[in-house]
Structures are given as C-alpha cells and as structure tokens.
C-alpha cells in the first residue's frame, strides 16, 4: 500500500498562515510589514515530509519539525538566507 501524498496549501494573510501551523510545535512571526501569501507544497511519504514554502514576506519560524517526521527544506535560488537547525543557510546552500 502507497502510503504518499502531496499537499499544497495557499495563504492568503499570516494570520491563516500561523493557523496552520497550530498542530506541530512551530511559531510564526512576519519580519516585515505588507500584505502577506504564501504556499506551501509538501511531500509526505512514510516517515519522510518535504517541504517547499514560498512566501511574500520575511518570517522567521521558529520550534520543532512534526513528530515522527525527518523534515527535509528545499531552498530555491530566490531564497533569502535563513537559519536551519540552527546553521545559517540560503538558497545556495545544501
């Protein structure tokens, strides 16, 4: 049995952003002022979630990955620098 799907979600303002984030140990906060979107396009596959988030403003995320999952972050070459598990990272890095 197949046990992979593939999720995307779109946002429209950070506040249904952080709403979706209520379930996993994650907090949110917009870095800068504007209007806010986002998607989201994950990849769920037994054990594994990847995930690729595109977003119009700065945010900084900050908490655990969701149980019982190994995260894996894609950036792209229009990735603004970010923190991963506490290593600073951007869209150049692997």
């Known amino acids: 049995m197949d046990d992979s799907s593939s999720l995307v979600h ?11 984030l ?4 994650l907090d949110a906060q917009q870095l800068n002022s504007g209007r806010f979107t986002a ?4 990849l769920v596959s037994g054990s594994v979630m990847v995930s690729h988030l595109l977003t119009t403003q700065k945010i900084e995320v900050r908490g655990n990955p969701p149980p019982n999952f190994r995260t894996f972050g894609i950036p ?5 620098p970010f923190m991963w598990r506490n290593q600073c990272s951007d869209g150049n890095s692997f």
């Open 10 to 20: 779109h946002f429209d303002d950070f506040d249904a952003f952080t709403e979706a």
């Open 76 to 80: 792209t070459d229009k990735c603004q």
């Open 22 to 25: 209520l379930g996993y140990d």
């Open 39 to 42: 998607s989201s396009h994950q």
